[in-house]
């Protein structure tokens, strides 16, 4: 079966919020647009979502399909209460899933699935139940970066890979690659480079009406666009930039929050600790398809997880010309090299990641020369083409050996 037949793929995911910035669900977006030209038709199975998004789902490449599935709306009030915080939902989420298979079943009878994807590890279950049952071959796209040995996610992650093994594995962290090569085999696992939409993340002006909008026309902008959650750190941004404007000379510059989530509450309440609320803007969610404005008014992009930096908020920062300033730790140094690409910080070290915000302040032509090589360096090596066609030569093997 040659790369050029046309395929009909079948995917599912368990969340699909299209409008948030990065994450698993940007990049299955992406995946779906790029890998379109090879497909005789595409399919993404997803929770049906109690608003209308009827207009929504038509603008995609691929065709939307929503399924009812339990919520379980009061297991979630009980695990709200202190003394049920343990409860375990994400094994009950995950088979509620199986709703999903009618519909894959469907699928297949109307149009011939050739190849069932699945983008989280809550729908792996159901793709590789759906995946035995009708002979096709499954395979998992593992995002993210592995995690703690002992965290209960990871531990959740090594059982259901044990239980439910698929016929390979996509990851893009060495980590996970060392983990599932461990738990499947080496010939199941494909380490695999995250591609960046280098069309829509690229160099462009500043967007004047923007900063207009935002009060900020001669302000330094440091960004922080990251989903206001504990692995991403962002409270270190907001301590690290307090110390920032202690040392500048000329301290006219502004942190932008892009992005939301539990912790923002506590964030803001940090900033106000640490007097530095008027420079610490929340803007809150915004829409995937603006981030490439907001990036365009920022002189660095700070990244400030202490597990993993090699995101999409750091390739898309790259992508369009920035300079990231990240905490060096997991791989990201094989994303960022020190002072060619970016900057690295000592992971953790809130003195050094402010030291290294002033030293980009204090040198345009060293944020434009960082600037240009990371987008270089984006363009050679995280390429959607070359993406695809990696997955694309693992599918069509997948295939045949079902087929024989």
């Known amino acids: 079966m040659a790369l050029t037949n046309r395929l009909s793929i079948c995917h599912t995911i368990g969340a699909f919020i299209p409008d948030t910035q990065g994450g698993h669900i940007t990049y299955t977006i992406q995946f779906g647009e790029n890998i379109n030209r090879y497909c005789r038709s595409q399919f993404l199975i997803v929770p049906k979502a109690e608003e209308d998004n009827t207009e929504l789902d038509r603008s995609f490449l691929f065709e939307i399909c929503r399924v009812n599935y339990f919520k379980f709306k009061w297991l979630r009030r009980l695990k709200a209460k202190k003394y049920l915080k343990w409860l375990p939902l994400a094994p009950l989420m995950d088979l509620s899933c199986l709703r999903f298979l009618p519909q894959i079943f469907y699928l297949d009878r109307k149009h011939g699935i050739d190849i069932v994807v699945c983008h989280d590890i809550s729908t792996s279950i159901v793709a590789t139940i759906a995946g035995k049952l009708l002979h096709k071959p499954v395979v998992w796209q593992v995002h993210g970066c592995a995690g703690t040995p002992s965290s209960l996610a990871d531990r959740y ?3 259901v890979t044990k239980l439910f093994r698929p016929d ?3 990851v ?3 980590g996970l690659s060392e983990k599932f090569t461990g738990l499947l085999g080496r010939d199941k696992v494909t380490a695999v480079r995250y591609a960046v939409d280098t069309e829509r993340f690229c160099p462009r002006q500043a967007n004047r009406q923007l900063l207009k909008d935002l009060g900020l026309e001669s302000t330094f902008v440091i960004a922080s666009p990251h989903r206001l959650v504990p692995f991403k750190g962002v409270e270190h941004a907001i301590s690290a930039f307090k110390q920032f404007l202690e040392s500048s000379p000329s301290p006219d510059a502004v942190l932008l929050i892009i992005g939301d989530g539990a912790l923002r509450r506590k964030l803001e309440e940090l900033a106000a ?3 530095i609320a008027e420079r610490v803007l929340f803007l809150g969610e915004i829409d995937y ?10 002189g660095v992009i700070v ?3 202490t597990i993993s930096n090699s995101n999409s908020s750091a390739r898309e920062g790259m992508a369009c010309g920035k300079p990231v300033l990240a905490f060096n730790c997991g791989e990201t140094d094989a994303l960022i090299h020190h002072m060619e690409t970016g900057l690295l910080a000592e992971s953790g070290s809130i003195a050094d990641l402010a030291q290294k915000m002033l030293m980009l302040s204090q040198s345009s032509e060293l944020r434009d020369k960082i600037g240009k090589n990371a987008r270089s360096f984006i363009e050679e090596n995280h390429s959607w083409e070359s993406v695809i066609k990696c997955h694309l030569e693992v599918y069509t093997e997948l295939i045949q050996r079902k087929r024989t």
Not at 289 to 298: A, E, F, G, T, V
């Open 303 to 305: 990244a400030t997880s």
């Open 289 to 298: 398809r603006q981030i490439p404005d907001y990036l365009s008014i920022s």
């Open 273 to 275: 600790d640490l007097g």
């Open 157 to 159: 992650q090594t059982v």
């Open 168 to 170: 390979s594995v996509f």
């Open 172 to 174: 893009g962290d060495r």
